[in-house]
């Protein structure tokens, strides 16, 4: 299994640009997230997703959009970047939760730079 | 939004030195998650814990969770420069089983 994926690795985009990096996890996870990550501010919830076909704001979704066509796949996109949105973004997926949070697996995540 | 706030920011200490970090809340959680991170890569879970004034080991690593579950630690014995990470706890209460995060503690063992 190749767990989770994310597509670009690495990205220089100029302001005003769009783009859509993409998830994919082989694990049939029904939940998927996206985070971004700061110095010094820990994981920021982007959006998440709880199934196919279903989306959720998280703590900083200005700015951003989401897309669960397949279960397998999350696409987080930017339609007109800002230099503000210049960081490091994660994707993660979970299994179903039961009792408690389940355990989130991780990609290796998206380092996005906004000139 | 819950709040947890993770002590110290930052922490540079010598091989086989103990050390604590702490992660802090006023909010009551129903679990609580550790969670490492090496340069350049995801978080990688290191455990969860779900009962008041339960403590896991794993290896060299201590996990407390407090006993009104609103505070969390882990203690670190002789640590390695393997354990050089930021460590970073994630709470989830509720009916949410989304986790929030605290800003992390940035490890480093110099050999």
């Known amino acids: 299994n190749a767990g989770v994926t994310q597509t670009p690795k690495f990205r220089v985009l100029k302001t005003g640009q769009s783009m859509t990096l993409l998830c994919a996890q082989d694990?049939?996870?029904?939940?998927m997230y996206w985070y971004r990550q700061d110095p010094g501010m820990g994981l920021r919830l982007i959006h998440y997703?709880?199934?196919?076909?279903?989306?959720a704001k998280g703590e900083v979704p200005d700015g951003y959009n989401v897309s669960r066509l397949k279960k397998q796949n999350f696409l987080l996109g930017l339609e007109s970047a800002a230099p503000s949105q210049t960081s490091v973004y994660f994707c993660?997926?979970?299994?179903?939760?039961?009792?408690?949070?389940?355990?989130?697996?991780f990609g290796p995540g998206t380092r996005l730079l906004v000139l | 939004t819950q709040l947890l706030e993770q002590s110290p920011q930052f922490l540079s200490i010598q091989e086989g030195e103990n050390l604590t970090v702490y992660c802090n809340s006023s909010s009551v959680f129903s679990s609580l998650q550790w969670y490492r991170q090496e340069p350049g890569e995801g978080p990688v879970l290191l455990v969860t814990?779900?009962?008041?004034?339960e403590v896991k080991k794993l290896k060299r690593l201590t996990f407390q969770f407090g006993d009104a579950r609103k505070d969390s630690s882990l203690h670190i014995t002789a640590a390695q420069p393997g354990d050089t990470g930021l460590y970073l706890c994630?709470?989830?209460?509720?009916?949410?089983?989304?986790?929030?995060f605290g800003r992390g503690t940035s490890l480093i063992v110099h050999p």
């Open positions: 994630a709470g989830s209460s509720g009916g949410s089983y989304i986790p929030t």
């Open positions: 993660a997926s979970s299994y179903r939760p039961g009792i408690s949070a389940e355990t989130q697996y």
């Open positions: 997703s709880v199934g196919e076909g279903t989306t």
């Open positions: 814990v779900v009962t008041g004034g």
């Open positions: 694990m049939n996870h029904e939940y």
